[in-house]
């Protein structure tokens, strides 16, 4: 079984729409991050939890929102989703201070229309 | 303004060759730096990482090079193989101590026969 599931995998939404990206992870890790994939922009952070209590805004916050759930689940929204939010979405895993190593979801692809 | 550099997008190789992937870095306050494999429908998985008092590190087929005064690292991939082909992405970390990664935009790798 994958240690770091997103659901869905493949999504398409209108321009608008409330839309919720789910992260679980069964590696016991405190840290989890959201990125968006972009052709020739590379991985690029959205939000990160340091724990459950601990919400920060990456690089590219701005038109959306997460909820950490518990130690195991992070979700990413997007409140009113616009074309330009059309990107590959990754979520990671980190198991704390000082351990650089990051584990990755299969993605979740998102297209707006 | 990125941090971190890919330069080149693209990279052909033939089979049994030396792949070498480059990548440079702004911030002389990153620490660890970590080179990540991504197939396609695939999440990034980690390869290989340096920290910054080493200026060499090597797993197999695999040697991140690291030249501090340059911000310069490269991954070495030696014999090239048909399953290397994959994109290849360089991430830094080790800004005060946030723990963050910041990646590359990413280099293609094709092996071919």
């Known amino acids: 079984d994958a240690d770091v599931t997103q659901t869905p995998r493949n999504r398409i939404t209108k321009t608008g729409k409330r839309i919720m990206l789910e992260c679980s992870q069964t590696?016991?890790?405190?840290?989890m991050y959201w990125y968006r994939q972009d052709p020739g922009l590379g991985l690029r952070l959205i939000y990160y939890?340091?724990?459950?209590?601990?919400?920060n805004k990456g690089e590219i916050s701005d038109g959306y929102s997460v909820s950490r759930q518990a130690q195991a689940k992070f979700s990413l929204s997007l409140e009113s989703a616009i074309p330009n939010q059309t990107a590959l979405y990754f979520c990671?895993?980190?198991?704390?201070?000082?351990?650089?190593?990051?584990?990755f979801g299969p993605g979740t692809r998102l297209t707006v229309t | 303004d990125q941090q971190v550099k890919q330069n080149s997008p693209s990279l052909s190789v033939q089979e049994g060759r030396i792949s070498i992937l480059n990548c440079d870095y702004t911030?002389?306050?990153?620490?660890?730096f970590l080179w990540y494999k991504k197939y396609p429908a695939e999440g990034p998985t980690f390869l290989i990482s340096?920290?910054?008092?080493?200026d060499k590190n090597e797993d197999g087929r695999f040697t991140v090079f690291l030249n501090k005064s340059a911000k310069h690292l490269s991954l070495h991939i030696v014999p090239s193989q048909p399953g290397d082909s994959a994109v290849y992405f360089c991430?830094?970390?080790?800004?005060?101590?946030?723990?963050?990664?910041?990646f590359g935009t990413g280099t293609r790798l094709q092996v071919f026969p």
């Open positions: 990671a895993t980190q198991r704390g201070w000082g351990n650089y190593e990051q584990y």
């Open positions: 590696k016991g890790h405190d840290r």
């Open positions: 939890s340091f724990d459950v209590k601990d919400i």
């Open positions: 911030n002389s306050m990153f620490d660890y």
């Open positions: 340096i920290s910054s008092i080493k």
């Open positions: 991430a830094a970390s080790g800004v005060r101590n946030t723990d963050k990664l910041i």
